[in-house]
């Protein structure tokens, strides 16, 4: 089952705790209150002030030239990769990473663009002896190697920075260029204490998304060289991807901005503490990544378990019998975290 399906009889509407993934947020009072009063134009013509403004704040925190505004992740990958390689050119990335596994073949079904997946390391980066060995040689036989993209966070891990520029040093002494599918890249920085151009500025480009941990309705943010985003403007288009006023939408991407990139630190302090009482119990083998815990239970009971927290509102994905991915965001305060807490004691007493 995938782990964006839904626990199955559970109603959505009486959820208290919803640890399916951090894109479950919802806007609150506030962002509504911005959103609703955003001024709007037409974004298509370059025309709306809270669009062009996100794409100022982003462009500046990310130490870049210019920044695109997408309506989804998804998107704003694919545009990169649009813009970065050409019909029968290759892309170097992570067998497991987003742009491979989860975003449907997009790249290779619409672009024409090959991927050479390598196995993802433990600290979630890729080795650089094997993105050496992938890097095809010029001729004819073989794909142009164009790119080299790379995750961060990836499954909550923090790629180290000394990680991060190993890979882009052998992918830069052969030519290509480096992306940055940066997702969770604030989850990253705070974990890292660092800012975000620090780990942006390594890469010729980067999609940040807004809809998960900081909370927006929808949205991300390619950034990258000012000629490079314009090139992604007319690919945008073209894929469907140009709003109009689409204010109301920026309007909560600024906001997510302002207000919820600190309080990130908030929920990588609840999955620690998660990850504490899982091991405590002594019930399975845990995980634990900034925002995500991963819980392996020994009884291998992911159904009974997820039917168990269900018929309490709390919602986790538990299809399969591997391990199940928990993830804290912003919607789950002290009394839903408290509930599971006992839920969870309770289950395994």
Same mark, same amino acid.
């Given at each position: ?23 479950? @947020?919802?806007? =609150? %009072? ?5 959103? !609703?009063?955003?001024?709007?134009? =037409? ?10 403004? *996100? ?18 992740? @998804?998107?704003?990958? #694919? ?33 024409? +663009?090959?991927?050479?997946?390598? %196995? ?11 993105? !050496? ?10 794909? +142009? ?32 260029? %480096? ?16 800012? *975000?151009?620090d780990i942006a500025g390594r890469f010729d480009t980067v999609s940040i998304c807004l809809s998960k941990g900081l909370g927006a309705p929808v949205g991300s943010v390619l950034v990258g060289p000012e000629a490079? +985003? ?46 504490? @009482?899982?091991?405590? *119990?002594? !019930? ?5 990544? @900034?925002?995500?815990? #991963? #819980? ?12 168990? *927290? ?13 391990? +199940? ?11 839903? #975290? ?12």
């Open positions: 089952m995938s782990q964006y399906a839904q626990t199955p009889g559970t109603n959505i509407a009486d959820v208290i705790c919803d640890l399916r993934s951090d894109t479950v @947020t919802r806007p =609150d %009072a506030g962002m509504r209150a911005v959103m !609703a009063a955003a001024e709007v134009g =037409d974004d298509v013509y370059g025309e709306d002030p809270a669009v062009n403004q *996100l794409e100022r704040s982003l462009a500046e925190r990310s130490g870049m030239e210019a920044a695109l505004f997408l309506p989804t992740g @998804t998107q704003s990958n #694919f545009v990169a990769l649009l813009s970065h390689c050409g019909r029968g050119e290759e892309i170097i990335t992570g067998r497991d990473y987003h742009i491979y596994k989860y975003e449907a073949g997009g790249a290779s079904a619409l672009g024409g +663009i090959v991927m050479d997946p390598l %196995a993802v390391a433990p600290d979630g980066g890729l080795r650089p002896e094997e993105i !050496a060995a992938a890097i095809k040689d010029d001729d004819s036989h073989h794909p +142009i190697s164009r790119l080299l993209s790379m995750e961060n966070t990836h499954n909550g891990k923090v790629v180290p920075l000394a990680r991060l520029d190993q890979c882009i040093s052998v992918a830069r002494s052969a030519g290509l260029s %480096a992306h940055l599918d940066g997702a969770r890249v604030f989850n990253a920085a705070i974990a890292l204490g660092c800012d *975000l151009a490079f +985003i314009a090139k992604a403007r007319r690919w945008r288009k073209m894929v469907g991807g140009g709003m109009r006023q689409a204010g109301v939408l920026a309007a909560a991407g600024l906001y997510a901005l302002e207000h919820n990139v600190a309080r990130l630190a908030e929920d990588h302090a609840r999955a620690t503490e998660l990850a504490e @009482t899982l091991r405590g *119990l002594g !019930a399975g083998a845990v995980e634990q990544n @900034t925002n995500m815990v #991963f #819980f392996s239970p020994e009884a291998q009971d992911n159904a009974a378990l997820g039917q168990r *927290l269900a018929a309490q509102g709390i919602v986790i994905s538990a299809g399969g019998s591997g391990a +199940i991915r928990m993830v804290l965001h912003k919607d789950i305060g002290d009394d839903a #975290f408290a509930l599971l807490q006992s839920a969870l004691k309770s289950h395994y007493a």
